[in-house]
């Protein structure tokens, strides 16, 4: 049975976040990561709204979230308390389900760390925290080289390296994708400008808290794409193993939610199912 999006935004300090809503049941809030928004979630969200009530949204600053002021660098307590004032708004007075992927993953470690009251548990996927690798200088490196390339040989070449190092691929895909594919490849190519200057290092070198996310009462799973290169999954599973954790194997790549939402959506279900209280 198909569920259709219901669309609307919600005033935050500093900006206004774009969002979705399908289904019904416990709210479940998928945070998109770097440049990406609701509309890469749009075939995961389907397959979970016959038992979620299912939160997508655009982050502060990407696509159809404006900032009230200029850009500036992105600081992950700020996306953090986004994911919370939605959650506070949409969810009935209960703690969601969080889902985020790559730098989404990190916003999700932040929010469960600081308001662990607005999360029931948490699956963070892939998320970049360098910092936790034992020698975190080569990642640190090559996210800094992106950087260095952007502001000498402009946005394209910035990204091919970007894309490199996720072990994605580049460009918007086949032109004879479904119209809301292609539109969502079009704003998350918009908005590469505005990551790479000022998202890319920050949301990378975020450092999850692990006392309080070790300690919380908050279940936590890491996950992991069968098919991610190293670059990709290597944070992750320093991370998992940091917390005493054993990865929890999706489908796919980096992008994994999208291609394989079928198989993604049944995996993030169980994990969620697993943590009922």
Do not use: W
Request: proline share 8%; aromatic share 6%.
């Amino acid at each position: 049975m198909p569920h259709p999006a219901e669309t609307s935004t919600l005033k935050v300090p500093g900006a206004r976040l774009y969002y979705e809503l399908r289904g019904r049941g416990p709210l479940l809030l998928m945070i998109a990561g770097g440049p990406t928004d609701a509309g890469v979630f749009t075939d995961l969200a389907r397959q979970l709204a016959d038992r979620y009530k299912v939160a997508t949204y655009d982050p502060r600053g990407n696509s159809r979230s404006p900032l009230d002021d200029a850009p500036a660098d992105q600081d992950v307590d700020v996306h953090a308390d986004d994911a919370a004032r939605l959650i506070a708004a949409l969810g009935d007075g209960d703690p969601a389900f969080v889902f985020g992927t790559s730098g989404g993953a990190q916003i999700g470690l932040n929010l469960t760390a600081r308001h662990p009251q607005r999360v029931h548990s948490l699956v963070a996927h892939e998320p970049p925290c360098v910092l936790l690798l034992d020698d975190p200088s080569v990642a640190i490196a090559k996210d800094r080289a992106i950087l260095d390339t952007y502001r000498r040989d402009g946005l394209q070449a910035a990204v091919r390296e970007f894309m490199a190092m996720a072990g994605l691929d580049e460009g918007g895909g086949p032109a004879d994708l479904p119209p809301e594919v292609l539109e969502t490849f079009a704003r998350i190519d918009a908005n590469m400008d505005y990551f790479i200057a000022h998202g890319l290092m920050p949301l990378s070198l975020y450092r999850p808290d692990i006392d309080r996310l070790r300690d919380g009462k908050t279940p936590i799973a890491i996950g992991i794409g069968d098919a991610s290169n190293q670059d990709a999954a290597g944070p992750g599973r320093a991370l998992a193993a940091r917390l005493g954790l054993a990865p929890l194997a999706f489908p796919g790549d980096h992008g994994g939610y999208g291609m394989y939402a079928d198989a993604f959506a049944e995996i993030l279900h169980a994990a969620f199912s697993r943590n009922e209280r």
